[in-house]
């Protein structure tokens, strides 16, 4: 019928599926068991289902595929329907009892739909437009992936309500789909059907029966270790889904029950990952995760709830009873073995499964539990215990010896927390509930179960199995309430039921039954306290030996329960117990213990040890013995140093160089994105801080209270010459005074920063960078402070010092925070905006190399992956026998903490080793490997440098007075072993500074080339190659950097209790190491498998060799290869390990260097790691490398082979050690911690808790994901972490809304050791760069031209002290009519009759190409009455620019403006946006609101309050660079300013510029250039000049008496200057004078006041230039061409008009103008004015280009012009601009006789065009009464008639002289008018033309060129 069975029934089986169905009738409500065979067949199903690689699949899916997918390439099967039953209905859309069944016709019906069915649509063929309504149960549908759809079938009919068709043939025909092939209820019920919002029913998704059952899935389950389950490796990865329990064993075989199986579906997720805490080796894990990836959805966390209805014939169960639950397995047991895993028989123990078995004290509810005196002695460990879940008053109360036990409340704040549902999930609506109280107390025991005897319970692993369970089952409710919703009157889906108190003990208890008792359940009748009790007893009774969990429910007060768990077992209660101290509890129980001599107990076990009693009288002992031989050895070893000499007597090795610091490519880039995000919070709009206010930059870096980083943050900042870059110090600098910008954060930290504070508000103009470096240390509060004041002065000291108010509110202090764990300043509270972080940048991006440098960080993440290579020795290590050593002593000793224990073994170890090493063999049974082959390296190192240079080992002791005690034990041994002179002890605490032996400090001045007398080294970088053990204490690391000759990183007395991620990170982060990516770098690590050799004792020169390389170089990422696993057999063979690292080829001594891709020399080698400080010059290197003969290498026993000129000495070791990141060794659970990953693929340890001063806040929250970046990782903790209330951030509330930010607070990040001190030095001397260029300028500095041509005349202008004018003297002056401004350098000469000209005046023209060269400029630091454009923010100005925060953006009005005029013929319509602060300015009319005018003042206003004349800036493409900002250069006076743009750019000015009035020029005018804004400008302000006249004449106010100038100014004037003079003697021949920059509103008013100003016609200054000379400025006047910043009086020019068509020149074309019409032009020469260079916009906006679109090449001036009707290509541009620019390159081709020739000018009527430098012209006005220069003795040598009008006429132009061969050139609008001119001004008569003579500008006719025509002179 559809359905095959895949299951066997096996006799093996029947046993256990038997016990199950016990298990579910005790967990059922319902007395009826469910079917034993179901369990056999389904499971059997899924087993073949889910074998590896596909293969076989399930046949119903096979059938599918058939019926589905491949039913096209199929015939369909003969299939007979059955006759139906007599007087029954046949129609097509309704059931055999006549009720439509179609969907359109009973949607609006309520249907009747029973529990567990849904309501699907079923397809008929003979209604291939309808839908058949059935109700079917959802057991046998499959879920949203095609999977977990149970064979068979079980439907009612929803018509007449008939129900329990277990068939789907039988219910198909009752439903009369008369079918021609076999009935299958894949092919026929198509769709889910749902309510829609009217509560309508519609057809919903498709039902997905495609897909495998068990394809992979992206969920993270874990196998189940228990017993009770097959094992993992003889059943696949349906060893996970263990079937549940059905029948019971009373039955027989094979009856038909009726009741359920089940009585939920508790369907939940994957609880937690494939290996917990680290767990198990990478195959193991592999092996897990493969079987967890397969796992079904519903069942992921484990019991596969094979609990549906069974198959089709058990025709007594019946769907509406609830389903069983799907109970959830243990997670995480994939790795376990075999062993472990094996079936054993499921009998339920006594004591476990129920309290018959148990007997309890009689402990009354609220009575206290007495704790056994006795408990630590028998337990060998406190037990911990965790509160779980109470309902009933309060936990009981404990009494007696307290101190043995722990009580802990963090298992109820987990529960807590997994309570509150995150309000991500909230969108779900009311079906959205927290996982229930017992749900989570089984989920803990399955956890439990599955933990390894090794393994520590994590919270984090407990939440994570909480949210997955949840998310799991609530995504299930959701599809449900979905696809089916409830019936009004239920209350919800209501669908499954949850676990009841009652059944939570058996189901613990069942979970706990085969794991060997590692997990102990209690049940106890009335309160926990009874539990407790019993739980001592038994513990006392030492029943609990192998139990390392003890669970107690009580579930016995309605239906509450309440629980608690105990960690008991010795490992890992030792461990919890003391992850729970705090640092200072920590710190005092290891002081108290070293004390009171808890520890002497420690000591005298380890003299057991030795096999001759004390250890300390062995070393005696050998003291004496050896006292005479040590000395004689001491000085062979000093002779045998002295063979290697250099010239001076001092041994030399060429390993050892100090590099100069440098700036390598990462730390300049993030420099520059530092610098990047200083210059966006300036450039926002909050106004938060205003870099152009700042003229220089001042900084202090606090640290952490350590000397050395201190002395290490101090030597770095003196030699990065930051201090003298910004200006702060001068040479020479003193380190006393470097000192100063250094501040340590410890007691005397705040008399120092309130002088930096109050330095600060001395200092606006200032900027004050506060770096915090180390940032992530310290966070307490203030608020801490203030409770434990006296107690510890410096707690929360960062928050009294760096969150002051005076730091957060002064405007000049920029807080930048750096550190390499900033995950507790990454919270909801945090002040530090996520736009403001800045991440070290990664190296690789897409397989490119983003930065390229000659070396590569080698930090954590490739620690981890060095693990990862098979075949080598891995970088992370950890000694199983010092393990082992630590748990046995822990047992015995448990009084003492772990900490106190592992430092005694290890210098235990220390010692063992260096005695062995020393000459007493016997001791190397006490020490381990891993120690051994650290000392002998140590003591081996120096013997194989001629200078002695060695090894440094990192020995970590975390508790000072460990610490101590271990320098004491150390220097003792060594002192005793006679070896002070070989290695050096250094005890490295953070309050004092390092201690370092006479002799080695001798050694340390010789290496480093030091003379000072008085020198010691000060920080761990300067004892490179200092052969010694660093003693690392203080509880965390302040930033300490190591030197390049650390070898071994012994990390192994860590706190690893303290799992938390910036603890384990900064931890490791002491070896993170920068490595050449030059070399291949298994050069030097395949000798690792030499080095890590426990036996090779009597070897000492093997160390050297220098192996082939037999990878590929470019292996980047694995860069540590060895050629042996580790191993812990100390009888490895030295001889073999070292044939193993041998490479294939020639013998080693023979040819090393044919095999060796490349020979290394030693000095190469040194240069291979190195700190981030030191990078060495390339030609320095190469040098180095050319000098040095490469090394050999030779195998053990054998000299070195002998170069074939110089002999070869042995590598250094410490540049052997320095070319290969150091080894670190970890305790055993950080090692598995770090080595693990969770589901994302991240090591475990980056799930923990970020910071201990933070918490999450809430369980529901997704792992952090591998693919994430630093970004990514910001935005994760921002989302779920939230700071304790000791943290400093606590009572920052903002919770990430951006007010709550600081706006001047960043925050850098990067890896530990990676160089982001000198990343952030370097940003501070780019900031201070940046912050001079933001106060400089480049303004053109040029001198002036044509000096030597000025008007020769008798008339000077002596007056030298005249403030103004004196309008009659002036009167007299000649008109200079030659251009001085440099910018017109290669414009064409004017010449007067005053002038004598030479060819060789004028200098040689540029060529066109140099037309582009940048014209020279000068850098100006710019005044306080400087013009700024859009990019300058300050206080002062920003209502002025309309973007102060408390205002709107300001409202502007757009108003059209029309007046007529004449010469265009037309009415000109302007229009003007005004805002709504400018509107006094203007008049309107009253009722409408139109525009009237312009308000003018009278000439009479004397106030000093406002400037009189309007300014206009004409402006194009410079709305964010123009100098629009008046505000400081009008000195905060009121003023009128007006941009004139054009119309296309208004949008575009009106945003950057909002409360600017805005002139918008016509649309006519978009071409056009600047004449004719100019001309619109004039003609504007004469037009209102008239109506303000006749408005304020109605106020009695005479026409006359109106202010009539303007000011035109161009937009890159920047700052103005004026001219101070002292004059004496007689006629000033004691002349001197000084600039100074002044305002622009003292020269307008000065200019303004200046009597008689209304008959001067136009005013000026002079462009400033450095070179001025006395004379420009002598002369306090000039009547001559003024340029770019011009006062024009538009009463008295009225009848002098701009040309509108002009593109350039049209400056100089209006002066000559103005004083042709006999009016005045001033210019005053004591004012100058500076025009800065701006390289975008003005007449650069102008762009000629071809108008077809395929050409691509450029369009030289030569093609500018063209033979009308040619077939020339057109161009893209105004006409005049062609014109003008074709005469500035080629006006010789028209005026071949004026080339050079001064004395024979062109004469020009009417205008002024440029025709370029060789060509000098004319100018000639054809007014009447005009003032022209007397042309009777001149010659011309060419005619230029430019657009003449009516006043040129043929008797004017006969009063000029031409010479012969005289050029003319006429240029008209069209052929037309070109005609007529040469008619009406009779030309022909005097010149000659010809056809080929006409031309035209290059346009089309659209375009309207330009015509001209030439000829010559008869």
């Known amino acids: 019928m559809g359905n095959s069975y895949a299951g066997q029934l096996k006799t093996t089986r029947f046993e256990e599926v038997l016990h199950n169905s016990i298990e579910a009738s005790l967990r059922s409500n319902n007395l009826v068991p469910r079917p034993v065979f179901s369990q056999l067949y389904l499971e059997a199903e899924q087993k073949l289902n889910s074998l590896e690689g596909g293969s076989r699949v399930d046949h119903e899916e096979e059938e599918e595929e058939g019926e589905g997918g491949l039913e096209t390439s199929s015939p369909p099967n003969s299939y007979q329907l059955p006759p139906p039953p007599e007087g029954c209905c046949t129609t097509d859309g309704f059931c055999q009892a006549g009720k439509d069944l179609r969907l359109v016709s009973i949607s609006s019906e309520p249907i009747d739909v029973p529990a567990g069915f849904l309501l699907v649509g079923a397809k008929a063929p003979s209604l291939p437009d309808h839908l058949l309504v059935c ?101 696949g990865p349906v060893a996970a889904l263990p079937s549940e329990p059905g029948a019971t064993s009373s039955l027989p075989v094979g009856a038909q029950q009726s009741g359920p199986a089940c009585d939920q579906a508790l369907v939940t997720t994957a609880t937690a990952p494939a290996v917990f805490n680290g767990k198990g080796s990478p195959k193991h894990q592999q092996q897990a995760k493969n079987s ?40 995480g047991g994939g790795h376990k073995t075999k062993s472990e895993s094996a079936p054993m028989p499921c009998v339920a123990q006594p004591g476990v499964m129920g309290p018959a078995s148990m007997t309890f004290p009689v402990v009354a509810p609220g009575e206290p539990v007495s704790v056994p005196d006795n408990l630590l002695k028998i337990c060998k460990a406190k037990p911990v215990i965790f509160k779980g879940k109470w309902c009933h008053g309060t936990f009981p109360y404990l009494c007696g010896n307290l101190n043995d036990v722990v009580v802990s409340p963090l298992l109820h704040a987990c529960y807590q927390n997994s309570q509150s549902v995150s309000r991500a999930y909230e969108q779900y609506g009311a079906s959205v509930q927290p996982i229930s109280e017992e749900m989570q107390l089984l ?21 994570q199995i909480f949210l997955r369970s949840w998310r799991e089952s609530h995504l299930t409710e959701i599809r449900q309430y979905q696809q089916a919703p409830p019936p009004p009157y239920s209350a919800g889906p209501g669908l499954v039921a949850p676990v009841t108190s009652a059944q939570l003990p058996w189901l613990a208890g069942l979970a706990a039954s085969s794991c060997n008792d590692s997990v102990h359940v209690i049940e106890c009748a009335s309160s926990l306290a009874e539990g407790l009790a019993e739980m001592f007893r038994l513990l006392i009774e030492g029943k609990l030996a192998k139990t390392n969990y003890v669970v107690i429910i009580c579930a016995c007060r309605n239906a509450a329960i309440d629980s608690c768990i105990a960690v008991t077992g010795k490992y890992q209660a030792r461990i919890l117990s003391e992850s729970l101290l705090s640092p200072a509890e920590y710190q005092r129980e290891v002081h108290y213990e070293l004390v009171t001599g808890q520890v002497d107990s420690l000591g005298t076990f380890f003299s057991t040890f030795c096999p001759e009693g004390d250890i300390d009288i062995l070393l005696d002992k050998f003291h004496q013995e050896n006292q005479g031989r040590s000395s004689s050895s001491l000085s062979v070893s000093s002779v045998a140093k002295a063979a290697a000499l250099d010239v001076s007597g001092a041994p030399m090795c060429t390993s050892y160089h100090l590099e100069p610091r440098g700036v390598g490519p990462f730390q300049l880039a993030v420099a520059q994105k530092l610098l990047s995000h200083v210059c966006s919070i300036a450039d926002s709009s909050t106004q938060n801080l205003d870099l152009g206010s700042f003229e220089k930059v001042d900084f202090l870096i606090c640290i952490p209270p350590s000397e050395v980083t201190y002395q290490q943050t101090v030597l770095h900042v003196w030699h990065s010459g930051v201090l003298l ?32 504070v109050q330095n600060s508000f001395q200092n606006p103009h200032t900027l004050f960078v506060l770096i915090h470096d180390h940032a992530h240390w310290d966070l307490v509060s203030s608020a801490v402070h203030n409770l434990y004041s006296q107690s510890d002065p410096t707690v929360g000291l960062v928050d009294r010092l760096l969150n002051c108010r005076e730091v957060k509110e002064a405007p000049n202090i920029v807080t930048l925070h750096v550190t390499s764990f900033p995950y507790a300043l990454q919270t909801q509270h945090t002040l530090i905006s996520p736009y403001n972080e800045i991440h070290w940048p990664v190296s690789y991006s897409n397989g490119m190399d983003l930065y390229h440098e000659n070396k590569k960080y080698f930090g954590l993440s490739e620690f981890i992956e060095s693990t990862l290579s098979g075949h080598s020795l891995p970088l992370l290590r950890y000694d199983s026998s010092f393990e082992a050593m630590v748990t046995a002593l822990g047992k015995r000793f448990p009084r003492l903490h772990s900490a106190v224990i592992r430092t005694f073994v290890l210098v235990q170890h220390y ?86 032996g006479k002799h080695f400090v001798k050694q340390l001045k010789m290496w480093q080339k030091i003379e000072d007398a008085e020198w010691r080294p000060q920080t761990y970088l300067e004892l490179e190659g200092l052969p010694c053990i660093l003693i690392f204490s203080g509880m965390d690391p302040h930033g300490e950097s190591l030197p390049r000759s650390l070898r071994y990183c012994d990390l192994r007395l860590i706190n690893s209790s303290c799992l938390v991620r910036t603890a384990l990170e900064q931890e490791l982060g002491l070896a993170a190491y920068f490595v050449s990516s030059e070399m291949p770098l298994e050069k030097g690590t395949r000798n690792e498998a030499l080095e890590s050799d426990g036996e090779k004792l009597s070897s000492t020169d093997n160390e050297d060799e220098e192996l082939g390389v037999e990878g590929s170089p470019t292996e980047k990422r694995s860069p540590a290869r060895r050629e042996r696993s580790r191993s812990h057999d100390s009888a490895s063979s030295s001889l073999s390990s070292r044939a193993s690292a041998q490479p294939p080829g020639p013998p080693p001594g023979a040819g090393e260097q044919d095999t060796s891709p490349a020979p290394c020399s030693s000095v190469e080698d040194s240069r291979l790691c190195e700190r981030p400080e030191l990078t060495a010059p390339p030609s320095h290197r190469s040098l180095q490398v050319a000098v040095t003969p490469p090394s050999g290498s030779s195998p053990a026993g054998q000299p070195p082979a002998a170069g074939p000129l110089l002999p070869q000495t042995p590598p250094c070791a410490m540049a052997k050690a320095s070319r290969q990141p150091p080894v670190v060794f970890l305790p055993k659970l950080v090692y598995d911690m770090i080595l693990a990953t969770d589901s994302s693929g991240l090591p475990k340890a980056a799930s923990l808790l970020p910071a201990p001063s933070v918490m999450w806040t809430s369980s529901f929250r997704p792992l952090l994901s591998k693919t994430m970046t630093s970004t990514e990782q910001s935005l994760y903790y921002r989302q779920w972490t939230v700071p304790r209330p000791s943290h400093m951030d606590y009572g920052n509330r903002a919770e990430g809304r951006p007010d709550g930010f600081h706006p001047r607070r960043l925050l850098l990040s990067g890896p530990p050791q990676i160089g982001k001190t000198g990343a952030y030095l370097q940003f501070l001397s780019i900031l201070s760069r940046m912050l001079i260029r933001l106060t400089e300028v480049d303004v053109y500095d040029e001198e002036e031209i044509n000096v030597g041509l000025q008007e020769e005349s008798d008339w ?284 622009l509103k003292y020269i307008l008013q000065h200019i303004e006041a200046s009597p008689n100003i209304t008959h001067y016609a136009l005013i000026g200054l002079r462009k400033w230039a450095s070179k001025t000379r006395q004379s420009e400025v002598r002369e306090p006047f000039s009547r001559c061409h003024v340029h770019d910043f011009i006062i024009l009086n538009v009463d008295l020019t009225q009848n002098v008009q701009y040309n509108q068509n002009r593109f350039t020149c049209d400056d100089v074309d209006f002066n000559l103008r103005v004083h042709s019409a006999g009016l005045l032009l001033c210019r005053f020469n004591r004012f100058s004015v500076m025009k800065k260079q701006i390289a975008v916009g003005g007449q650069r906006s102008f762009h000629i280009t071809s108008k077809v679109c395929d050409s691509s090449a450029a369009v030289v001036p030569a093609q500018y012009i063209c033979a009308p009707d040619s077939k020339h290509t057109f161009l893209a541009a105004p006409a005049q601009l062609l014109l003008e620019k074709f005469l500035q390159y080629h006006s010789p081709r028209f005026f071949p006789l004026s080339l050079k020739n001064h004395s024979h000018p062109v004469l020009s009527v009417d205008c002024y065009l440029n025709l370029g430098s060789q060509i000098s012209v004319c100018y000639v006005s054809s007014r009447p009464h005009s003032l022209n220069t007397s042309c009777s003795e001149l010659k011309f040598s060419g005619l230029l008639l430019y657009l003449c009008d009516s006043f040129v006429g043929a008797s004017f132009l006969k009063k000029f002289h031409f010479l012969k061969g005289a050029t003319l050139c006429v240029i008209c609008q069209d052929r037309n008018s070109l005609r007529q001119t040469v008619v009406r001004l009779e030309l022909e008569d005097e010149w000659q033309f010809r056809l080929r003579d006409e031309f035209q500008t290059a346009n089309a006719k659209e375009d309207r060129p330009l015509f001209f025509l030439t000829g010559r002179h008869i």
């Open 1356 to 1639: 000077r202008y002596l007056q030298f002290t005249d403030p103004w004018p004196d309008l009659e003297l002036f009167q007299k002056m000649p008109f200079d009519y030659v251009i001085h401004d440099p910018k017109y350098e290669d414009a064409s000469l004017i010449c007067s009759h005053h002038q004598s000209i030479k060819s060789e005046d004028r200098g040689m023209a540029r060529k066109p190409e140099d037309l582009y060269v940048r014209r020279q400029t000068a850098r100006m630091r710019l005044s306080k009455y400087a013009a700024y454009n859009t990019y300058h923010h300050c206080e002062q100005c920003h209502q002025y620019m309309g973007f102060h925060p408390h205002y709107q953006l300001y409202e502007s009005t757009l108003h059209a403006f029309a007046f007529s005029y004449s010469m265009l013929g037309e009415e000109i319509q302007l229009h003007f946006i005004i805002p709504k602060s400018k509107e006094h300015h203007f008049v309107f009319s009253q009722p409408g609101g139109q525009l009237e005018s312009m308000r003018l003042p009278l000439v009479t206003d004397k106030s000093h309050e406002y400037i009189k004349s309007p300014t206009f800036t004409p402006t194009t493409g410079r709305h964010e660079h123009g100098l629009f900002n008046l505000y400081h250069a009008m000195d905060g006076a009121s003023h009128l300013h007006v941009l004139v743009v054009k119309e296309y750019e208004m949008a575009i000015y009106k945003k950057y510029w909002p409360n600017h009035i805005m002139l918008v020029l016509p649309s006519i005018f978009n071409s056009a250039g600047v004449g004719a804004a100019h001309f619109l400008i004039k003609e504007l302000s004469y037009h209102n000049l008239e109506l303000e006249r006749n408005r304020q004449e109605e106020l009695g106010i005479k026409p006359q008496d109106i202010w009539p100038f303007i000011v035109i100014s161009d937009d890159s004037c920047v700052m103005w200057n004026a001219v101070d003079v002292d004059c004496a003697g007689e006629r000033g021949r004691d002349f001197s004078w000084s600039e100074r920059s002044v305002s």
């Open 725 to 756: 870059e910004l200006g702060l110090e001068k040479e020479p600098m003193t380190k006393q005074r470097v000192e100063q910008y250094v501040l340590k954060l410890d007691a005397e930290a705040q008399t120092k920063f309130k002088a930096f």
């Open 911 to 996: 010692a063992a080793a260096m005695m062995a090493l020393s000459g007493l063999p016997q001791m190397k049974n006490h020490t381990s490997v891993e120690t051994l082959e650290i000392t002998q390296n140590l003591l081996n190192s120096p013997k194989q440098c001629p200078c002695g240079h060695g090894l440094m080992v990192l020995l970590r002791v975390p508790c000072s007075p460990l610490a101590a005690v271990a320098y004491e034990r150390l220097a003792h041994v060594r002192a005793r072993l006679a070896l002070e002179e070989h290695f050096e002890i250094v005890l490295g605490s953070p309050s004092s500074g390092i201690t370092v």
């Open 292 to 331: 967890l990836l397969s796992l079904p959805r519903p069942s992921a966390l484990g019991i596969l709830s094979n609990s549906g209805p069974p198959k089709k014939r058990h025709k007594g169960w019946s769907p509406e009873s609830p389903s069983a639950p799907d109970g959830p397995c243990p997670p």
């Open 135 to 235: 109700a079917v149960d959802k057991r046998f549908l499959p879920d949203d992936n095609g999977h977990n759809a149970l064979l068979g079938f079980s439907g009612n009919c929803v018509g007449c309500g008939k129900k329990g068709f277990c068939y789907f043939t039988e219910f198909s025909n009752h439903i009369n789909l008369k079918l021609t092939t076999q009935p299958k209820k894949q092919k026929h019920l198509k769709y889910y059907l749902v309510r829609n919002a009217q509560g309508a029913l519609t057809k919903g998704p498709l039902i997905c029966w495609k897909g495998s059952e068990f394809r992979s899935r992206q969920t993270s389950a874990s196998t189940c270790s228990s017993s009770s389950f097959p094992p993992l490796e003889s059943t």
């Open 443 to 463: 989920l803990t025991v399955y956890y439990l179960v599955q933990l390894a005897a090794d393994q520590v319970p994590l919270m984090e692993d407990l939440e």
